[in-house]
């Protein structure tokens, strides 16, 4: 498993699909309502927003990322950062980052690669 992490707007998808040679049409989105992910294509892009949807619907997130992580040890994951700036006041925003932290940690321990995009630069941080 690849994970690419970084901030909103850091060109982590770009930077995926021209670094693995792939294009839009290998990319799997997650919304904040998808409760299930598709392991088809390689990318899967949006990570963070379906911990969103696992959070808003009182999934067990820890559970079902355990569930998902064998089908995703070739596949390469993009998820937002979110845990920097303030604390949210909103409950169920505040639990979804909390969530992503957790899972992050989770994906980043079963990960070969781990690279951060901030301002469109890459970090391997594995």
Known sequence: MKLI???AYQGKLDYALSRFELHKSDVYSCK????????KKPII???DQWILALVRAE????TEVDKLLPKLADKIIISTDISAGVVPLDSIIRA???EVGRATVKLAQNADEVVRLFVGIPTRLK
């Open 5 to 7: 992490i970084g901030g």
């Open 59 to 62: 999934f067990n997130v820890q």
């Open 96 to 98: 979804w980052r909390e």
């Open 32 to 39: 904040e309502t998808t409760m299930t992910i598709h392991t």
């Open 45 to 47: 892009y949006g990570f």
